[in-house]
């Protein structure tokens, strides 16, 4: 950068800081300077204060001689406030471009070499104007003039009165009013003779003489307007010359001036110009510097003790809190509320003295004396103070110490601008700040250090538009200027901001200047991303062509050379499109500009190009959404126009135009086979696995659309429309354009179109702002073949045709080796449907389908299937995803004779319920999700004992139903699924799967709680055989009673019966009110003895599940045969009334349904590492020994609803864990295997069920021990009875070999530990066993084993007869083997020990 630049930058700072001079003028010296063209005599001073040339050797403020080259003044008129200038825009009207903005991109060596201030004209008349404006402030001196000009002139009767009377001036008195301490204002006299006054030129010597000695020897005398030939003596050039003297001063400090017309100086001459100069260099060397450098002198002594280091602190200290002068007497609260300090105070005379120090341009003794200045401001919270003081340091820093840290001083910028701005109050604060933020981005560039430059023109105030504009476009030239090379990004990015904020200030051609660069910087950012890819790509071997090309890899270097200029092209376009793609907000805005360019120079080609690009941004605001899409409009208006008058430009009509908006996603859109119907239509492939029927995966079942319908069926295909804008659109004469194949013809796709099908028309869609809606369009096809939905067509606001593509890419194809060369997709066939005249047309209902029950209650929906096509329907198949929700009755034809189908309900009622009762049922577990409803029944879906029986087949208009059943089996939300499938042929269920045309329904259901049931065991006191069952029923209702109606267990070994009648006999008993709860307990009995042999053998379901097992862990095999059918025990008892009739077929079949659904449940959260295919083939549906639990219950009031609850798999307490033994390898038939992972496998398998048989254990005990006592005889002293002890087998795989010792209360000291007593009074001490104690005996699996002993008591009354020690053994019965405890549980060798107390009374007879 030129050195003239940088000093003009210098320059700049030091004029906006130099001294003022009060100039006031007589009537007579304000007439001179009027007809010069002078609004006073300060403006005829003006130029001549700027660079002065002093030549002088001055002292600084500590007496060192320092060489003041030259001095810059600025001549004022008063004091308080300086006339506003007049604006004028007339400068910036038509802005050009800058010299770095070329046609290709940015010129990277022009944005480095070129100045920064040549690049935007304007933010240099800005900055001269705003600081030329600066206003006089409390808190600092610059304003305030050092020195008073008076002038008068010689025409004037009295001159010397003239004088005096401007020095008695308001002007004048509020310069001495502000004056410091100690210190004298200077007064400048001056006496000018106007050449148009001849007579006065004899006598004003002499009058000059009079005001030398009157007023000193600060006096001067002025001649001018020596030009007395007003018609053009003078040469013309010598005019213009003179007049450029002020036009240029007034263009350099007051640029919005306009000053274009006016002629300055038509009465002076090059003498007069000449006399002026002389007279303000005369008046500044001789008179102003001097005594600056005394109101300098006398200051640093007055405030010599504050600059004395830490002396002065102390004294200050010391002045500042032990002085009398209060703090109130040297501060005051100005107008604007912010703490000044007064004009006598130290404070005060210290920023006095630091201010002229630094306009006599002494910065580092200015600088150390601001900075005393900033602690004392600074701790008193004078915030005005302290901000202009930290402005003058980090100014001082940057003008002499530029050496210090570059972060330092930044940071003293940002907190001067922040106090500005943050921390104080006058309305001048922003004035400040930004005077602040641009001195110091003056600085800046000053130094060239452009990388703070950004930051700090940032942080300046944005309280205008205008002012904003201006700071970031210059933020944007300095990312030009820092680093090595020129940040085009953030430059492009601060230009857009800039012309946002132009756009706000109504400065188009400014706003329309940046958008111009930013669209080439982008394009330059473009073409650098593309240069880089390709060098990243060579510098790994490869250019983009070789990978993309299919026939590159035969070729040799030499053969792929001429084709790498065609491969960056490609790339630099892609690397274009991914920034355009980032940058889409910026281009909205350029795009608009451009195209309202194009439309006024009427290439409506373009111009309609830009605006399109334009509709796709959705952040765009509604006012301009709504404008652009007007101007969209008028543009194809116009086009039209022209091109019908034959006119050139106009948008060439070759079809519909493919708009952004509105936005259509094809990947919602939806094809709804029969639309007057509920429910989704579709073929999907149904597996009897009980998974949900998907859709065809296209290999297996040869199948390439998964949508099928009939002949002259409608289709209804759904349209999600969205509207991304904020305004609304209108879209009329919506329709589709489809392609028809015919099957098997070979007539042109466009001639069937519209013979085969008929597509309806939507006549218009209302799309509010950011509004999606579906609009439904629906195609009836007239002949047999495939038809494909290319697209939709519409009016766009009734005026613009336009055209949506709904055409996706199918599967990438990577078959071939052109195909992983090249991208190419398989045809999609989303949006497309096969019409076939082979198809089952048949209208599938499903009526009263319930969204909220009660949990347990029933709810009766009804499902209708009729046949409205001309083929018969041989197969109908129902699936159900939560099987323990839904019960289904058999299907029923619709004839005229049974039009009401069967109205019996799911709860039969019985007069007299048998208490006990063995019914067989199959133990097998199957999946019963699938139900057929016509057609054959297979063996897969289970036996027609607990399946519904189904029709024959469904003739061409017949119909049938069927009654549903609806459960609230848990509570909470849930989603129910039903789909129903049917096809034509007269075998279509196979064993694995099969392709069915099918409709799902889908519900929302909410179950709310109504009963909580519990259940607990409890060991029976009475009989070891017995347990106890509690069952607390809750009524969570808070307004409504419910009548227990019925209780049922089943069982494989135990029956139930209530422990009281008492709810039977009186039937209020069991009326459960809202919030209240009752209990029932039941005793639980083997229901018979002789059973127990019968559960060893190999037919048991347990012994079932333990082969299968053992064939599964050791050869992966499932077993050939089924469960045989269970022998179940139901154990009922009825409370009021009539029963329910649990062995219903339909009631029955529910309830195994849901069991079965439990059941597998339970299975998949127990043993995770089997497959949920194998567990029908290894695990019975019912157990022996467990219990299930059905409580029916009637709602007493209301809707009169009725259900069950049921708990399934009550746990009793005692041992049965069967499965460890399927752990044991088999004696033969074990597959051997040298697979790692299938070793692993079986490992892991094993461990998880040998460890979760030993977690699933408590405390169970597998013998109970029960003492009886009899009727005590007197036998001497003692009392004497006979005792009974009974050890029952709650085991029903292992007998158990024990010995049972009978301990006395004296013999339990052995097990206490050493040192511990025990108290043997009362009971204990009492009594004692009579005869043997100890027995050895055996018991045999669900055995009772009865040992009699004997024992005595010394008196009557209660004791304690539970002492004793069991030790058990257990053994294979009838064998008496021993037991492998490999994978055997705990229970196999323990000691047993009572648990509580059992008090007998023995008394005498």
Not at 695 to 709: A, D, E, N, V
Not at 1381 to 1400: E, G, I, K, M, W
Request: glycine share 6%; proline share 5%.
């Amino acid at each position: 950068m030129p050195r003239a630049s940088l000093a003009q930058k210098k320059d700049f700072v030091t004029k906006a800081f130099c001294p003022r001079i009060l100039a006031l003028a007589s009537a007579g010296v304000q007439d001179a300077c009027t007809v010069n063209g002078f609004d006073s005599f300060a403006d005829l001073l003006s130029p001549f204060g700027q660079d002065v040339l002093t030549q002088i050797t001055i002292q600084d403020g500590q007496g060192a001689p320092y060489f003041l080259d030259k001095i810059n003044v600025r001549f004022t008129t008063d004091f308080v406030t300086e006339k506003s200038p007049t604006h004028s825009s007339s400068d910036v009207d038509k802005p050009a471009d800058p010299s770095f903005i070329g046609s290709d991109g940015v010129i990277l060596d022009a944005a480095i070499a070129d100045d920064i201030s040549t690049w935007a004209p304007w933010y240099t008349l800005f900055r001269q104007q705003w600081v030329g404006d600066m206003q006089p402030s409390e808190h600092e001196t610059f304003m305030l003039p050092v020195a008073c000009l008076l002038v008068a002139s010689g025409s004037e009767a009295d001159p010397i009165g003239a004088l005096r009377t401007l020095q008695a001036s308001a002007a004048v008195q509020r310069v001495l009013s502000c004056s410091d301490g100690g210190t004298k204002t200077l007064f400048y006299y001056m006496l000018l003779h106007d050449g148009r006054d001849t007579a006065a030129l004899q006598t004003i010597d002499l009058q000059f003489d009079q005001v030398r000695k009157t007023f000193g020897q600060n006096s001067a005398l002025l001649k001018i307007n020596t030009n007395t030939d007003l018609l053009g003596a003078a040469d013309a050039s010598e005019r213009v010359k003179i007049s450029s003297i002020w036009s240029s001063d007034i263009a350099a400090t007051r640029p919005l001036v306009a000053h274009a017309d006016t002629s300055y100086g038509e009465m002076l001459t090059m003498r007069d110009v000449a006399a002026l100069r002389d007279a303000v260099k005369l008046m500044l060397v001789r008179s102003v510097v001097p005594h600056m450098q005394y109101v300098i002198r006398v200051l640093s002594d007055q405030t010599a003790s504050e600059r004395r280091g830490i002396t002065g602190r102390l004294f200050s200290a010391g002045r500042r809190y032990l002085n009398t002068t209060s703090k109130a007497e040297n501060t005051y609260v100005g107008t604007d509320g912010e703490m000044y300090y007064r004009h006598r105070s130290p404070e005060a005379m210290l920023r006095r003295l630091a201010d002229c120090s630094f306009m006599l341009k002494d910065y580092r003794f200015a600088q150390s004396v601001y900075q005393i200045a900033r602690r004392d401001f600074q701790s008193e919270k004078a915030w005005m103070c302290y901000a202009g003081v930290q402005e003058m340091i980090g100014v001082c820093k940057l003008l002499w110490e530029v050496q210090t840290t570059k972060a330092e001083f930044d940071s003293i910028f940002e907190d001067a601008m922040l106090t500005y701005t943050h921390k104080t109050r006058a309305p001048r604060r922003h004035f400040l700040a930004v005077r602040c933020t641009v001195v110091y981005y003056e600085l800046l560039k000053h130094h060239r250090f452009y990388a703070f430059a950004p930051g700090a023109l940032l942080r300046g105030p944005a309280f205008s538009p205008s002012l904003t504009a201006l700071l970031n476009e210059q933020a944007a030239y300095s990312y030009l200027k820092a680093g090595s090379r020129p940040n085009v990004r953030k430059f492009a990015f601060y230009a857009m901001l800039a012309s946002q904020s132009y756009q706000k200030a109504h400065m188009g051609d400014l706003a329309s200047r940046c958008l111009r660069m930013v669209r080439v910087s982008l394009k330059s950012r473009s073409q650098e991303q593309a240069r880089a890819d390709i060098d990243g790509e060579k510098h790994h071997g490869k250019s983009t062509a070789e990978v993309r090309s299919p026939t590159m890899a035969s070729m040799d270097e030499k053969a792929v050379a001429p084709n790498m200029a065609a491969s960056d092209e490609a790339n630099a376009d892609k690397a274009s499109v991914t920034a355009k793609t980032k940058w889409g907000a910026i281009d909205s805005y350029i795009n608009h500009e451009l195209g309202r360019q194009s439309m006024a120079a009427h290439n409506f080609d373009e111009a309609f190009q830009y605006f399109m690009a334009l509709m796709g941004d959705e952040k765009t605001p509604p006012k301009l959404q709504s404008k652009y899409l007007q101007e969209l409009l008028q543009l194809f208006l116009e086009s039209n126009d022209q091109s019908t008058a034959g006119g050139g430009g106009a948008i060439k009509q070759t079809g519909a135009i493919e708009l952004s908006i509105p936005s259509i996603d094809p990947q919602l859109a939806r094809i709804i086979m029969s639309p007057e119907l509920e429910g989704e239509d579709a073929m999907l492939e149904w597996r009897l696995d009980g998974s949900s029927p998907s859709k065809p995966s296209g290999g297996g079942s040869g199948l390439q659309l998964p949508r099928f319908c009939s002949v002259g069926e409608v289709v209804a295909v759904l349209l999600v429309v969205t509207n991304p804008l904020v305004i609304g659109v209108t879209l009329n004469n919506l329709t589709l354009e489809c392609a028809f194949e015919a099957t098997g013809d070979s007539v042109a796709t466009d001639t069937l179109v519209d013979s085969a099908l008929d597509i309806s028309t939507v006549p218009t869609v209302i799309l509010e702002g950011e509004q999606t809606t579906m609009v439904t369009v629906q195609i009836t096809p007239r002949r047999a073949g495939s038809v494909s939905i290319l697209g939709a067509k519409y009016l766009l606001c009734d005026i613009l045709p336009t055209f949506k593509s709904l055409v996706l890419p199918g599967r990438r194809m990577n078959d071939t080796k052109e195909q992983r060369m090249s991208v190419v997709h398989t045809p999609d066939t989303t949006l497309g449907f096969r019409v076939s005249s082979d198809l089952p047309r048949l209208e599938i209902t499903v009526d009263d389908l319930p969204d909220t029950l009660m949990s347990g209650s029933m709810h009766r929906a009804c499902l209708r299937v009729a046949n409205s096509g001309e083929l018969p329907c041989h197969s109908v198949t129902m699936w159900v995803s939560h099987p323990s929700f839904v019960g289904v009755r058999p299907p029923r034809l619709c004839s005229d004779e049974d039009k009401a189908g069967d109205d019996t309900g799911m709860y039969v009622s019985l007069p007299d319920v048998t208490k006990h009762e063995r019914i067989q049922v199959p133990n097998v577990l199957r999946d019963y999700s699938t139900f057929v409803l016509v057609g054959k029944q297979t063996d897969a879906l289970g036996s027609s004992a607990h399946c519904v029986e189904p029709l024959g087949s469904l003739g061409p208009g017949e119909a049938f139903t069927v009654p549903i059943w609806i459960r609230g089996d848990r509570v909470g939300a849930h989603t129910l699924s039903l789909c129903i499938g049917a096809s034509s042929a007269a075998t279509v269920v196979p064993k694995d799967l099969a392709a069915m045309r099918s409709r799902r329904f889908e519900v929302d259901l909410l179950v709310t709680p109504s009963l909580r049931v519990n259940a607990f065991v409890r060991p029976s006191a009475r009989n070891p055989r017995e347990r106890l069952l509690g069952v607390e029923v809750e009524n969570m209702q808070t307004e409504l009673s419910v009548q227990l109606v019925q209780t049922t267990f089943t069982s494989g070994f135990y029956e139930l019966e209530p422990v009281s009648n008492s709810l039977g006999s009186e039937p209020h008993k069991a009326l459960v009110g809202p919030r209240q709860s009752i209990s029932m307990v039941y005793r639980v009995r083997p229901h018979d003895m002789t059973q127990s042999g019968k559960l060893l053998r190999s037919n048991s379901p347990e012994m079932f599940a333990v082969r299968a097992l053992r064939q599964f862990i050791y050869s992966s095999e499932k077993p050939a045969s089924a469960p045989e059918p269970i022998d179940l025990i139901y154990s009922n008892s009825v409370f009021a009334g009539k029963g329910i009739d649990c062995k219903h077929r339909s009631l029955q079949s529910y309830i195994m349904r849901a069991q079965a659904h439990r059941r597998r449940n339970a299975l998949r959260s127990g043993y995770p590492l089997i497959p949920d295919n194998y567990h029908s083939a290894m695990f019975p549906l019912f157990e022996s020994f467990s219990i299930d639990f059905v409580l029916f219950w009637s709602q007493v009031g209301g809707p009169g609803r009725a259900g069950h609850h049921s708990i399934s798999g009550i746990d009793l307490g005692v041992p049965h864990d069967y499965l460890v033994e399927g752990l044991s390898p088999p004696t033969e038939g074990a597959a051997r295997t040298w697979l790692s992972d299938t070793m692993h496998d079986r490992e892991a398998l094993i461990h998880s069920i040998a460890s979760r048989s030993e977690a699933a254990l408590r405390s169970e005990r597998p013998l109970d021990v029960m003492i009886r006592v009899d009727t005590a005889q007197k036998s001497g002293s003692l009392y004497v009875a006979d005792v009974a002890i009974s050890v029952f087998n709650h085991s029903w795989r292992y007998g158990y070999q024990f010995t049972l010792d009978l301990l006395s209360p004296h013999e339990l000291g052995q097990f206490l530990a050493e040192g511990a007593k025990m108290d043997c009074s009362g009971s204990r001490a009492a009594w004692s066993w009579l005869g043997e104690t100890s027995y050895s005996s055996s018991v045999e699996p669900h055995g009772l084993a009865v040992l009699h002993a004997r024992l005595s008591c010394y008196a009557p009354g209660m004791i304690d007869v539970a002492m004793w020690r069991l030790q058990a053994s257990a053994s294979l019965e009838p064998s008496g083997a021993a037991v492998s405890t490999v994978f055997s549980s705990r229970n196999l060798d323990c000691a047993l020990y009572p648990t509580q107390p059992h008090f007998v009374h023995v008394g005498a007879i």
